[in-house]
Structures are given as structure tokens and as C-alpha cells.
């Protein structure tokens, strides 16, 4: 099964703020998508990202895929305090059935 | 359009106790996936069903089941829980499957405290 390590696994900064968050594998990503989840609900589909060195923008967030298909970034821009939720990459294969996710950045966006 | 809706929001049992958790998918949608969340594993793919019949089946042991009705609706079912089956149970359904990297829709969980 692939492992996917999502790095920082708290993050919590000021209104305003650019951060950025790391998914890294050992292995090799078929593709990769990125949720968030906020408190109570269900993870929501923000983009899957599958080419190598492909950058996808949502508004103030940029997704980065890396060269190498084996880490992926998401950067956000002036972060607001709508942004606060737990953030989750997830790709599949690896051996496993299903979406194998990461333990997920959870981010705090104060006012 | 409605979403996922998951039923109940909150459950609380007993060890060795069995439950049931249902799932009601997006209209038109004939793939139901469940996943269980925890503080410790994180996300963790149990199975899916695809027109009522169980087409990948994650890691986790024979007291987890499921079901799939001809409207697409799922249950899952827990035997003789334990208490590290606490956790959050998410279904999410699709209109081709997992296998398909068809997008998936998430509800938003039923909430399992065992005791």
C-alpha cells in the first residue's frame, strides 16, 4: 500500500497569510486529489491533479504536482478564516483498493 | 441535487454489540464507498459496491459487511463491536466507481462511540 505523508499535521496563522502544505510519497502517484474536510462533514473534492509538474488554480489556492509524480503542494494565498478545515491528499493503486488518504494538515485560520 | 446522506448522524453502543449504518447515494449514482476515520489511522477504505455487488474490499476484518440495494442505497454492518471501532464511518458514492477514478461525493458521516 502507498503511503502518503502530509506534512505540517498542524498549521494554525493569521488572516491574510500565504502557507503551504506537502503530500510526499516514496512511490510513484498514478494521480492525486486533494480534499477538505470541515468539522462534522464529509470530505470535499477540491482537484486531482495527474501530470507531472502540473499547477491547477482554485481561486487562492495553487496546486502543484511535482516532477516526479511523488509529492505534491497547496499553497494558499491571503488565507481566510473560511479556509480552516483538515486537508487531505489521496491517490490510489499502490496495491491497495479504494483511495488510500493521508493523516491530513489540519488547518486553523485565526481572524 | 440532493448529496450522500448517511443515517444516523450519532450512534452509541456497547462492546459486543452489532450495528447498522445506511447510506442513501446521489440519485443516479450506482457505486456506494465506505470509509472509516480515526484520530489515529486517519482514512481507511473498507469497501465498495457497484450495482449491488461488493466489487473491492479494503483491510479490515470479516465483522465489517455491507450490503447494496437495487436502488443503490448501502448498509454496512458491524458484528460484535469493539471499542477501537469508534470512530467516524463515511460513505461516498460515485457514478462509475472507484476503479473508474470516478470523483467521489462524500456524506457526512455517522458518528460511532463504542463502550
Known amino acids: 500500500t502507498q503511503l502518503l505523508e502530509q506534512s505540517p499535521q498542524f498549521l494554525s496563522i493569521q488572516e491574510g497569510e500565504n502557507l503551504t502544505v506537502y503530500c510526499n510519497s516514496s512511490s510513484v502517484f498514478s494521480s492525486l486529489q486533494w480534499y477538505r474536510q470541515e468539522p462534522g462533514e464529509g470530505p470535499v473534492l477540491l482537484v486531482t491533479?495527474?501530470?507531472?509538474?502540473e499547477v491547477k488554480k482554485l481561486k487562492r489556492l495553487t496546486f502543484q504536482f511535482g516532477d516526479a509524480r511523488k509529492d505534491s503542494s497547496l499553497h494558499i494565498t491571503a488565507a481566510q478564516p473560511g479556509d480552516t478545515g483538515l486537508y487531505l491528499c489521496?491517490?490510489?493503486?499502490?496495491?491497495?483498493?479504494?483511495?488510500?488518504f493521508g493523516k491530513g494538515t489540519h488547518l486553523i485560520i485565526q481572524p | 441535487k440532493a448529496g450522500v446522506t448517511q443515517t444516523p448522524r450519532y450512534l452509541i453502543k456497547t462492546r459486543g454489540q452489532q450495528v447498522t449504518l445506511s447510506c442513501s447515494p446521489i440519485s443516479g449514482h450506482r457505486s456506494v464507498s465506505w470509509y472509516q476515520q480515526t484520530p489515529g489511522q486517519g482514512l481507511q477504505f473498507l469497501f465498495e459496491?457497484?450495482?449491488?455487488?461488493?466489487?473491492n474490499k479494503g483491510n479490515f476484518p470479516g465483522r465489517f459487511s455491507g450490503r447494496q440495494f437495487s436502488n443503490s442505497r448501502s448498509e454496512m454492518n458491524v458484528s460484535t463491536l469493539e471499542l477501537g471501532d469508534s470512530a467516524l464511518y463515511l460513505c461516498a458514492s460515485s457514478y462509475r466507481g472507484e476503479n473508474n477514478n470516478s470523483p467521489l461525493h462524500f456524506g457526512n458521516g455517522t458518528r460511532l462511540t463504542v463502550t
Open positions: 491533479v495527474v501530470t507531472g509538474g
Open positions: 489521496a491517490t490510489r493503486g499502490g496495491g491497495a483498493d479504494g483511495l488510500t
Open positions: 459496491y457497484f450495482s449491488e455487488t461488493q466489487r
